[in-house]
């Protein structure tokens, strides 16, 4: 069964930068896209960034465009999240995500180039999560 498991969060004062994992154990199916996801209390998950794992083609929602750089290993099926200029609107739980479909990855490209919030159910598996808090 695959299993995700997110790394990296902690505490920043504004302006700062922390870096994010992601590995993924028991890969029994091909992975074609991971992305990064972030929840705040009150508010749905969200997707924030996804990058291909032929390529290392990458897509971003506007709230961290510019700020943010999503990579990967895919031999070692990790990805990672670079969050620089870090403001307390970033804090939240932030997830990874797995995705074995071509059309669903294609799917959450276009809504992050297009500025469509990406919500929880476009990809498919989920790590446990890691909090990443962002205060004076």
């Known amino acids: 069964q695959l299993h995700l498991m997110e790394s990296g969060g902690g505490s920043v004062q504004p302006g700062g930068s922390l870096p994010l994992s992601c590995a993924a154990s028991g890969v029994q199916r091909y992975i074609v896209c991971m992305g990064w996801f972030r929840k705040v209390p009150g508010k749905e998950r969200e997707g924030v960034a996804m990058?291909?794992?032929?390529?290392?083609?990458?897509f971003y929602a506007d709230s961290v465009k510019d700020r943010f750089t999503i990579s990967q290993e895919y031999r070692k099926n990790i990805v990672h999240l670079q969050m620089n200029s870090l403001s307390p609107e970033d804090k939240a739980m932030y997830y990874c995500?797995?995705?074995?479909?071509?059309?669903?990855?294609?799917?959450?490209?276009?809504?992050?180039?297009?500025?469509?919030?990406?919500?929880?159910?476009?990809?498919?598996?989920w790590g446990q999560g890691t909090q990443v808090t962002v205060s004076s």
């Open positions: 990058v291909y794992f032929s390529s290392d083609a990458a």
């Open positions: 995500a797995d995705e074995a479909s071509r059309y669903r990855c294609a799917e959450t490209q276009s809504m992050l180039e297009g500025g469509t919030r990406v919500g929880p159910d476009q990809l498919e598996g």
